[in-house]
T-cell receptor, first 117, second 116 residues
Framework: DTGVSQDPRHKITKRGQNVTFRCDPISEHNRLYWYRQTLGQGPEFLTYFQNEAQLEKSRLLSDRFSAERPKGSFSTLEIQRTEQGDSAMYLC???????????????FGPGTRLTVT | AQSVAQPEDQVNVAEGNPLTVKCTYSVSGNPYLFWYVQYPNRGLQFLLKYITGDNLVKGSYGFEAEFNKSQTSFHLKKPSALVSDSALYFCAVSPEGSGGYNKLIFGAGTRLAVHP
C-alpha cells in the first residue's frame, strides 16, 4: 500500500477565495471519508463516499462545501468563499467496504492544513 | 447526542511504568471502538479496534485496550511505556447506523508524555 495521499499539504488563502483539496485513497479501498480537525480537538466527520456515491454529509458541511469522487477513485473537497473559521486541518481517510471483523479501520492521509487570512 | 470523552488532556508516565489512557463513550447500540495515535507532522495511525469477542484487544507497538460495556469505556493500556510512545492519542467510536458502520466520532485526544 502506498497509503492515502493528500494535496496540497498546506494552503494559505485570503478570505473569500475558493480552495480545492485532493485526496487519493489506498487503491483497493472503495470508501473515502473527509474529516476536519481544529487545534486541540479530535477530527470531526464531514462526509463519506462509497465508490462514487456520497452517502452521508454532516451538518458541519455547509453549502459552501462540496465534495466529489467522480470515478470512485480520488476525491476533491472544495470550499467556496472561505471564511477565517474554515482554518483547520482537512483529513482524508479510506477503508475497504466494512464486512467481517478485519475491514473496519480507516487509514488516514497526512492532511491539508488550511489557513484563511 | 453521540460523544466520546477523554477526561485527561495529558498523561505523564515514567519510562518502564505501565500507562493507561482513558476513554468513555455515549453512543447507542453496539458501536465499534478504535484507538488512533498522532505523531507530530504525521497522519493518524490506527492502533487497535474492538468489534466483538474478547474484551481485551491487542494492537500495534505493544498497546492493548479493555472494553467494558457496562461502564461504556475503552481504556488504552501498555504494560511498560517507552519514550517513543510520547504522542497524541485519540479514542474513536463508529456508531451503528443505517447502512452499517460508517463515520468515526473522535474524542478530543490525550497527550501522552513518557519521561526517561
Amino acid at each position: 500500500d502506498t497509503g492515502v495521499s493528500q494535496d496540497p499539504r498546506h494552503k494559505i488563502t485570503k478570505r473569500g477565495q475558493n480552495v480545492t483539496f485532493r485526496c487519493d485513497p489506498i487503491s483497493e479501498h472503495n470508501r473515502l471519508y473527509w474529516y476536519r480537525q481544529t487545534l486541540g480537538q479530535g477530527p470531526e466527520f464531514l462526509t463519506y463516499f462509497q465508490n462514487e456515491a456520497q452517502l452521508e454529509k454532516s451538518r458541519l458541511l455547509s453549502d459552501r462545501f462540496s465534495a466529489e469522487r467522480p470515478k470512485g477513485s480520488f476525491s476533491t473537497l472544495e470550499i467556496q468563499r472561505t471564511e477565517q473559521g474554515d482554518s483547520a486541518m482537512y483529513l482524508c481517510a479510506s477503508s475497504p467496504t466494512p464486512g467481517g471483523s478485519s475491514r473496519h479501520e480507516q487509514y488516514f492521509g497526512p492532511g491539508t492544513r488550511l489557513t484563511v487570512t | 447526542a453521540q460523544s466520546v470523552a477523554q477526561p485527561e488532556d495529558q498523561v505523564n508516565v515514567a519510562e518502564g511504568n505501565p500507562l493507561t489512557v482513558k476513554c468513555t463513550y455515549s453512543v447507542s447500540g453496539n458501536p465499534y471502538l478504535f484507538w488512533y495515535v498522532q505523531y507530530p507532522n504525521r497522519g493518524l495511525q490506527f492502533l487497535l479496534k474492538y468489534i466483538t469477542g474478547d474484551n481485551l484487544v491487542k494492537g500495534s507497538y505493544g498497546f492493548e485496550a479493555e472494553f467494558n460495556k457496562s461502564q461504556t469505556s475503552f481504556h488504552l493500556k501498555k504494560p511498560s511505556a517507552l519514550v517513543s510512545d510520547s504522542a497524541l492519542y485519540f479514542c474513536a467510536v463508529s456508531p451503528e447506523g443505517s447502512g452499517g458502520y460508517n463515520k468515526l466520532i473522535f474524542g478530543a485526544g490525550t497527550r501522552l508524555a513518557v519521561h526517561p
